[in-house]
């Protein structure tokens, strides 16, 4: 059974930097295209960043291109979102996804079986 942990949320001033990790485990991850999303309150899902696991292909959202960056460690099965220069609209719940079928809808939910149960990244201003 695939489950998806994240951690390394928290509460940060605007400017500052994060780092989540989100540990993989239950499958081998071939061939699946591993995913960020994140909610705030009131708001739909929204999609962050995505990486293929195999070649580390990777595509980030406008809002976030610039100042966040996706990547994964194949060995430790962990998949990271290093977030810099952080701003109070980026505040939400942070989830990790992992879905197959390549590139295709790598922004719509339905497209990812599994998630994880989400961190809370708080920026204040």
């Known amino acids: 059974q695939v489950q998806l942990v994240e951690s390394g949320g928290g509460l940060v001033q605007a400017g500052d930097s994060l780092r989540l990790s989100c540990a993989a485990s239950?499958?081998?991850?071939?061939?699946?295209?591993m995913s960020w999303f994140r909610q705030a309150p009131g708001n739909e899902r929204e999609f962050v960043a995505a990486?293929?696991?195999?070649?580390?292909?990777?595509y980030h959202a406008d809002s976030v291109k610039g100042r966040f960056t996706i990547s994964r460690d194949k060995a430790r099965k962990t998949v990271l979102l290093q977030m810099n220069g952080l701003k109070p609209e980026d505040t939400a719940v942070y989830y990790c996804a992992a879905g197959m079928g390549g590139w295709s809808n790598i922004q719509r939910s339905y497209k990812y079986a599994y998630w994880g149960q989400g961190t809370q990244v708080t920026v204040s201003s």
């Open positions: 239950g499958g081998t991850f071939s061939s699946y295209i």
């Open positions: 990486i293929s696991w195999d070649a580390g292909s990777t």
